[in-house]
């Protein structure tokens, strides 16, 4: 599958692993599961420490700080995806992980999907993991078609 380059901000990268149209599985928190009701665009984000950095990370969409943009090449912002309230998106972290030592966390991201294929422009504040500036990733048209 597509993977983007690493974007480095301070001691912290980021880059895309992954992004699909699809109905993806949400999590109760009794531990039930059910697919999504519509299609959503899933985006999956990894983020690393380099070795000397220590921090913490939380998950990118919706947590108070949440810091993410997604957009067409037309600039057409996109809605976050509304998750049913009990829910979690399968994949989505919870509570916080740690990035010390290099270690790669896999966060998960959904929003409404775009009306026409077209290539996607991720930026994620920097500031949500103690640095500054904007991690900026394309996501090529060709790479999150529906399957």
């Known amino acids: 599958g597509f993977a983007s380059t690493w974007d480095r901000r301070g001691e912290i ?11 993806p599985i949400l999590t109760a928190d009794s531990g039930e599961w059910t ?15 380099l070795p000397s950095g220590r921090w913490l990370l939380r998950r990118w969409q919706g947590s108070f700080s949440d810091s993410i943009e997604l957009a067409t090449s037309t600039k057409e912002k996109l809605a976050a995806a509304a998750i049913p309230v009990g829910f ?4 989505q972290l919870k509570g ?16 409404a999907p775009p009306a026409s294929t077209t290539d996607l422009w991720l930026r994620l504040g920097a500031q949500h993991v103690g640095e500054r500036g904007v991690f900026s990733h394309m996501i090529p048209a060709g790479t999150w078609r529906s399957k």
Do not use: H, K, N, Y
């Not at 880059?15 to 699809?22: F, I, L, N, T, Y």
């Not at 697919?35 to 420490?49: F, Y």
């Open 35 to 49: 697919r999504a009701p519509a299609p959503l665009l899933v985006v999956w984000v990894e983020t690393r420490s």
């Open 96 to 111: 916080e992980r740690s990035l010390a030592g290099g270690e790669c966390v896999i966060d998960v991201l959904a929003f």
């Open 13 to 23: 990268e980021t880059r895309v692993v992954g992004a699909q149209v699809c109905r």
């Open 88 to 91: 979690w998106l399968g994949g």
